[in-house]
């Protein structure tokens, strides 16, 4: 069954890479998509076993000059049946050209995320990226930039402090979205207009295609990224 599959490899991660402790106070970032709903769940259910003890929290930020939307209601309501405290933020980011619209808008609402948490006494930051998206983004940095690294499932902050999680960095996408159908999640009523015309949407078509020729070029790569975490390089 894919929910005993996708719990048996969230918590495999959460115990593997250490990324719970007794007393966190933990922010989930809640976009509305598949993989920040699975995200909750699982942690939202995990706090109620005794050890470790922790709370969480769900923020939604609204990026208000992005013609995208959510429902908000849809997402109060999932975080009530979880009894989940849920927050909306909102922010916006100027168009200057030197970037793109997908990075201006993830630093400026990673920027809100961070303040809030910190202004609200949250010690960690949980975010959806599951391995693929892990994966996908090694394969990036090899390719574009010339670097051998990727996101660590646990990441101490430089200028905040925060250290952000990412617990379902072992589990794979086909298996949230398989999970997300069977419970006929509700997606945003409006996608952004941007997501399907990216470098990371290119990649990840890459890697699917490498992954249906090879299905041990999954385990390769991410041999290769905790080499990376490992060695600190």
């Known amino acids: 069954m894919v929910i005993k599959r996708i719990t048996k490899q969230f918590n495999k991660s959460c115990v593997g890479y250490n990324l719970l402790s007794d007393g966190d106070k933990i922010l989930v970032g809640l976009s509305g998509g598949k993989d920040s709903l699975m995200l909750l769940k699982l942690l939202a259910e995990r706090s109620r076993i005794y050890r470790p003890r922790f709370n ?5 930020v609204v990026m208000d000059n ?3 939307s959510s429902d908000i209601e849809y997402l109060e309501s999932f975080c009530s049946s979880l009894g989940v405290p849920f927050h909306i933020c909102h922010a916006s980011f100027v168009d200057n050209s030197l970037k793109s619209k997908c990075f201006l808008c993830s630093w400026h609402r990673r920027k809100v995320m961070f303040q809030f948490a910190e202004d609200n006494g ?3 930051i949980a975010l ?3 391995q693929d998206d892990i994966l996908a983004t090694l394969l990036m940095n090899m390719s574009f930039a010339g670097d051998v690294g990727t996101m660590s499932p646990l990441t101490t902050m430089d200028h905040y402090d925060l250290t952000i999680i990412r ?3 072992l589990v794979r996408e086909d298996d949230i979205r398989e999970y997300a159908h069977i419970q006929m999640w509700k997606e945003q009523t409006r996608k952004c ?3 399907d015309d990216t470098q990371r949407k290119h990649v990840g078509d890459i890697l699917r295609r490498l992954l249906n020729l090879n299905p041990e070029v999954r385990y390769n790569l991410w041999h290769s990224a905790e080499k990376v975490w490992k060695n600190g390089t």
């Open 122 to 124: 949250f010690n960690k």
């Open 128 to 130: 959806g990226h599951h």
């Open 193 to 195: 207009p941007f997501e």
């Open 167 to 169: 617990p379902l960095c």
């Open 66 to 68: 992005v013609p995208y």
């Open 56 to 60: 969480v929290e769900a923020l939604h």
